[in-house]
Structures are given as C-alpha cells and as structure tokens.
C-alpha cells in the first residue's frame, strides 16, 4: 500500500513485531518515519503500484534495516532527504548516526562533539525533531544524568 501525501511524499508501510511502522520518500530519499498507530494501522498508506524502482529499492533497505535495529544489529541505510531541515539539525542527525547499538550519548556530548557545546537544549529540540527515529538513534540520546 502507498500514499501521496500533499508534500509529494509516498508512504509505504514496514510490518515489524512492534505494529505497522510508514516510511515517507522523496524524489531524494527517506524523508520520515511514522511509528506505529496503537490499535490501528496507519490510514496513510495505500497501494504500492506506480511506485518507481528507487524508491522500491530505498524501502526493501529501509524495511530491513528497521527489522535489523530493532533487534539490536547494525545496518546500511537508504539514502536519507533532510530537505528543509536546518544545518544544526542535520548536524546533530549525523552525529547520532555514529552511536553505536549499546551505546548511549548525552546532549551535552553530542553538542560538544558538533562543536556547540551550550547548545544542549537545541540538540535535544533536534532530537526531537528527527524526522527518521529508530534509523537515526535519538533514543541513544539521554540527560547528563543519563535519564531520558
């Protein structure tokens, strides 16, 4: 099943033990991911036909790495679009990218491992803005107290 949203994004859902998760593409890549609806599936996806190849490619990636991380394993990603997203985001996007599986980070390392290091509460606005959760590990991400 696909949608169109109204961006032009297309969603295609990932079944995975933890409910009906919806990856969004662009013409780029893996704009977003929407976690799982409690009790429901997503509304927002429908048929798959029409899709093109690239996009068809960059889900069986996105599908498999999804299953992968989720039971702990490292995986490649598909090509991901931060279009529109701001430089100290994507910034911070990647700097969660290099935490490994087991591995925690504090928002004050990740703001000084960008080279910002009063900025702990924008890194935590950017964690919660990541567009592409569980692929890119804000949940890695804790208080200096290492709470969440």
């Not at 009790?39 to 996806?45: E, Q």
Request: net charge positive.
């Amino acid at each position: 099943m696909k949608t169109k949203s109204k961006t032009g994004l297309v969603g295609l859902p990932i079944s995975t033990r933890g409910g009906k998760f919806v990856a969004h593409y662009s013409e780029k890549g893996l704009a977003g991911i929407d976690w799982p609806k409690v009790g429901r599936a997503s509304s927002r996806a429908v048929k798959s036909n029409g899709i093109p190849a690239k996009i068809k490619n960059w889900h069986r990636t996105t599908e498999t790495a999804l299953k992968k991380i989720l039971a702990g394993k490292k995986s490649k990603l598909p090509p991901l679009d931060w279009m529109g997203k701001t430089e100290f985001q994507k910034s911070v996007w990647r700097q969660m990218l290099k935490i490994s599986a087991g591995k925690t980070k504090s928002y004050g390392e990740i703001a000084s491992a960008i080279g910002k290091p009063k900025a702990v509460r924008a890194v935590g606005g950017a964690c919660g803005a990541n567009p592409v959760p569980v692929l890119v590990p804000c949940h890695r991400v804790l208080a200096a107290n290492k709470k969440l």
